[in-house]
């Protein structure tokens, strides 16, 4: 199993920015982020393969949400701008072998323990 560790959560205003950064032990050809609010299940919420840069991102956060990727440190950072409090949650860093996999949160995808993101009206 790949070890992910997350970092760059905290408590933001509505409208405002966090950026989340994630490293893992080990290379994996897609890394991403999936969320998972107090009492909810856990979802998708955006990905990038690592050789070509392809992303995935949940509907609810395109064009608010940029995943990034830097190959050499293997490590996956999330800019997340005009936070909303629907957006509060747990952020999980997640790894996998393909975005489909990724983007149903398939039993091969590795998880991290999770930073928490909490967005106040």
């Known amino acids: 199993q790949v070890q992910l560790v997350e970092s760059g959560g905290g408590l933001v205003q509505a409208g405002g920015s966090l950026k989340l950064s994630c490293t893992a032990s080990?290379?994996?050809?897609?890394m991403g982020w999936s969320r998972q609010a107090s009492g909810k299940e856990r979802e998708f919420v955006a990905a990038?393969?690592?050789?070509?840069?392809?992303?995935a991102y949940r509907t609810s956060v395109e064009g608010r949400f940029t995943i990034s990727r830097d190959n050499a440190r293997n490590t996956v950072y999330l800019q997340m701008d005009s936070l909303k409090p629907d957006d509060t949650a747990v952020y999980y860093c997640?790894?996998?072998?393909?975005?489909?996999?990724?983007?149903?949160?398939?039993?091969?995808?590795?998880w991290g323990q999770g930073t928490q993101v909490t967005v106040s009206s």
């Open positions: 080990g290379r994996s050809d897609v």
């Open positions: 997640i790894a996998g072998p393909s975005l489909a996999k990724i983007g149903r949160l398939d039993s091969a995808t590795s």
């Open positions: 990038i393969t690592f050789f070509d840069g392809i992303t």
